[in-house]
């Protein structure tokens, strides 16, 4: 009744001249509800509300008629719409009557639309709880004689193990990423493998830990596992027993370069305006040019890790006494041929530069924060900074579209998840 009030008095206002056209709570409500539901549209008329299938308006039924999920969709959306200003607004167990796909771009969708409000949920989805960033997570582990026993999650931690063991169950694959839930990676991965549970962990070394111990403890949970971490100049090797133990590689240095590849360059260009094949190879040249002004130093760099690794093998020795073991150790650091790594990544390196490989140029180009200021592609599409540039790349993830869809894609093939 108030959405229809507010629909008819604007109208009102609209016809008498008063306001412009107006955008009113009805037609917001529908805009989402048509939205997470792309299959349906909603018809308005002199106070009431019908659903069809898209592109079967002959099909039409009332909305007594639809489904638990259509309504809640409708109702929850009108809800949040209508609340007043600054509220907060508490939603129990938002997982109830919505399918599963559709329960996390949903509640994006209202978020974004009252910015003014702050949500409180209750639930018993924690795939739906952790997918909620910037947001304080509380683990409600009991009641009892009128006292809560709860937890305040610190996101820099894992998720207590006890919580997996309560909540989670049976439930979709998990994805085990670096860093936290405000890294790059993790809000690109986030629109990339929506059908998975994402959890930042911290360093590398960490992904790799948890993937195994969920591994070896699959016959108990019946969980798939994964994990994605940054090339961070791993040789092939490296990058084939990694995904041996699901653990997946970018083939880009690090997750910012990312934001580098091709299609996502022309898919914003394309968004603000811009001659997407212009401002791709503008950023192309700009990044060549300044590879080439940093080559030097990125041969060392590579050069310093290859030896580290190298040097690192040293304590696997088999032997089993000390004398053994010291023989082991110096046969393996005489085979060490350091003239002939450092040659081998120079002539890899100054290859790529002459073929111009601009691929190849992201893959072994590791310099945190400085190809996308040097690439100039914030200045070639009209956006102001780095952090603006992934909020469209975000933005136009977010879309369900084809756009979004040609950005997955790209996204998903510089992940290596079945090296050889």
């Given at each position: 009744m108030l959405l229809h009030t507010e629909e008819y008095e604007e109208s009102l206002n609209f016809k008498?001249?008063?306001?412009?056209?107006p955008t009113t709570k009805l037609d917001r409500v529908q805009k989402i509800w048509e939205t997470v539901l792309p299959h349906r549209k909603l018809r308005k008329s002199a106070g009431v509300i019908q659903a069809y299938p898209s592109g079967q308006e002959a099909s039409k039924y009332n909305a007594s008629e639809m489904s638990d999920g259509e309504r809640i969709i409708?109702?929850?959306?009108?809800?949040?719409?209508?609340?007043?200003?600054?509220?907060?607004?508490?939603?129990?167990?938002?997982?109830?009557?919505?399918?599963?796909?559709?329960?996390?771009?949903?509640?994006?969708?209202?978020?974004?639309?009252?910015?003014?409000?702050?949500?409180?949920?209750?639930?018993?989805?924690?795939?739906?709880?952790?997918t909620r960033q910037n947001a304080k997570k509380i683990?409600?582990?009991?009641?009892?004689?009128?006292?809560?026993?709860?937890?305040?999650?610190?996101?820099?931690?894992?998720?207590?193990?006890?919580?997996?063991?309560?909540?989670?169950?049976?439930?979709?694959?998990?994805?085990?990423?670096?860093?936290?839930?405000?890294?790059?990676?993790?809000?690109?991965?986030?629109?990339?493998?929506?059908?998975?549970?994402?959890?930042?962990?911290?360093?590398?070394?960490?992904?790799?830990?948890?993937?195994k111990a969920f591994r070896d403890q699959q016959g108990f949970h019946h969980i798939e596992s994964f994990g994605i971490i940054d090339r961070d100049r791993r040789q092939q090797a490296d990058i084939i027993s990694l995904n041996r133990n699901g653990v997946w590689v970018l083939d880009v240095a690090e997750a910012e370069n990312l934001l580098l590849i091709e299609p996502i360059v022309k898919e914003v260009a394309r968004h603000m305006g811009r001659d997407l094949n212009d401002v791709f190879n503008q950023v192309r040249q700009n990044i060549i040019t300044f590879f080439a002004s940093q080559i030097d130093n990125q041969i060392l760099l590579h050069y310093k890790e290859m030896l580290r690794r190298e040097y690192l093998a040293l304590s696997n020795f088999t032997s089993q006494d000390i004398a053994s073991a010291l023989v082991e150790i110096d046969l393996t650091f005489g085979g060490i041929d350091k003239q002939a790594i450092y040659t081998q990544i120079d002539t890899e390196f100054k290859d790529i530069l002459i073929r111009q490989d601009y691929d190849a140029i992201l893959r072994v180009f590791n310099l945190k924060n400085a190809l996308i200021p040097n690439s100039k592609v914030c200045e070639l599409t009209g956006i102001r900074n780095k952090l603006?540039?992934?909020?469209?790349?975000?933005?136009?993830?977010?879309?369900?579209?084809?756009?979004?869809?040609?950005?997955?894609?790209?996204?998903?093939?510089?992940?290596?998840?079945?090296?050889?």
């Amino acid at each position: 009744m108030l959405l229809h009030t507010e629909e008819y008095e604007e109208s009102l206002n609209f016809k008498e001249g008063r306001i412009e056209k107006p955008t009113t709570k009805l037609d917001r409500v529908q805009k989402i509800w048509e939205t997470v539901l792309p299959h349906r549209k909603l018809r308005k008329s002199a106070g009431v509300i019908q659903a069809y299938p898209s592109g079967q308006e002959a099909s039409k039924y009332n909305a007594s008629e639809m489904s638990d999920g259509e309504r809640i969709i409708f109702y929850l959306a009108g809800e949040v719409i209508c609340a007043p200003a600054n509220s907060i607004i508490i939603i129990d167990e938002p997982e109830m009557h919505i399918h599963s796909s559709l329960i996390k771009p949903f509640f994006d969708l209202i978020e974004a639309e009252r910015p003014d409000c702050a949500f409180v949920y209750l639930t018993h989805n924690i795939d739906f709880a952790f997918t909620r960033q910037n947001a304080k997570k509380i683990w409600a582990k009991s009641y009892e004689n009128n006292v809560w026993d709860y937890e305040i999650l610190d996101e820099n931690l894992p998720i207590p193990e006890q919580l997996y063991l309560d909540v989670l169950g049976s439930r979709k694959p998990i994805i085990f990423l670096e860093g936290d839930n405000s890294s790059i990676d993790y809000e690109l991965y986030e629109q990339v493998y929506n059908d998975n549970t994402l959890k930042p962990v911290g360093s590398c070394d960490k992904v790799v830990q948890v993937v195994k111990a969920f591994r070896d403890q699959q016959g108990f949970h019946h969980i798939e596992s994964f994990g994605i971490i940054d090339r961070d100049r791993r040789q092939q090797a490296d990058i084939i027993s990694l995904n041996r133990n699901g653990v997946w590689v970018l083939d880009v240095a690090e997750a910012e370069n990312l934001l580098l590849i091709e299609p996502i360059v022309k898919e914003v260009a394309r968004h603000m305006g811009r001659d997407l094949n212009d401002v791709f190879n503008q950023v192309r040249q700009n990044i060549i040019t300044f590879f080439a002004s940093q080559i030097d130093n990125q041969i060392l760099l590579h050069y310093k890790e290859m030896l580290r690794r190298e040097y690192l093998a040293l304590s696997n020795f088999t032997s089993q006494d000390i004398a053994s073991a010291l023989v082991e150790i110096d046969l393996t650091f005489g085979g060490i041929d350091k003239q002939a790594i450092y040659t081998q990544i120079d002539t890899e390196f100054k290859d790529i530069l002459i073929r111009q490989d601009y691929d190849a140029i992201l893959r072994v180009f590791n310099l945190k924060n400085a190809l996308i200021p040097n690439s100039k592609v914030c200045e070639l599409t009209g956006i102001r900074n780095k952090l603006d540039f992934k909020n469209i790349v975000v933005t136009l993830l977010k879309q369900k579209n084809e756009v979004s869809k040609t950005i997955k894609v790209a996204i998903d093939s510089k992940i290596i998840k079945n090296a050889t």
